[in-house]
């Protein structure tokens, strides 16, 4: 196996996904994998996570990929970098990647052994994980817009649905 399950560099965010073998740019570092679902599937499941969120990915309104309960999802445990907590020279490694309908971790730089990899989850990600009231430096502020009814957009993805 290439990768391993430590815990994560960066504070608070637990358990991170790191490199055994090196990684060249452009490698394909994991496919990101779990229960196949529908989009509206994946808003169904997380309205009922009461905007938690977990760990979905959008390929389009026909596929989600659900990895909420499939802990043996290694691509599940990459860390964004550039999210809520960001620390000097870390940065991310990695992009997510849709090749033929299926998701992947795409090594975006060299990533060497011992090397956590780091992946761009997306604004709206982080913008939704905000509205929500994960912000570590605004711990128990939340928006006016927490109380009216909102699409939570907690897919790691490039692009945004709405």
Known sequence: MSLEIKKSGIPGAGKGLFATTLFKRGDKVIEYTGEVITWAECRRRNE?????GAYYFYVNDRKCVDAQ???DSLARYANDASGLVR?????????????KGRPYIIASRNIKPGDEV???????????????????????VKKASDTEPHEHLLVPKREAKH
Do not use: C, Q, T
């Open 48 to 52: 009922a996570l009461d905007g938690v």
């Open 69 to 71: 309960n499939r802990p």
């Open 87 to 99: 620390l000097p020279g870390m940065r991310n490694n990695s992009r997510f990647e849709v090749i």
């Open 118 to 140: 780091f992946v761009a989850y997306g604004k709206e990600y982080w913008d939704a994980m905000r509205e929500n009231g994960f912000d570590p430096k605004h711990p128990h």
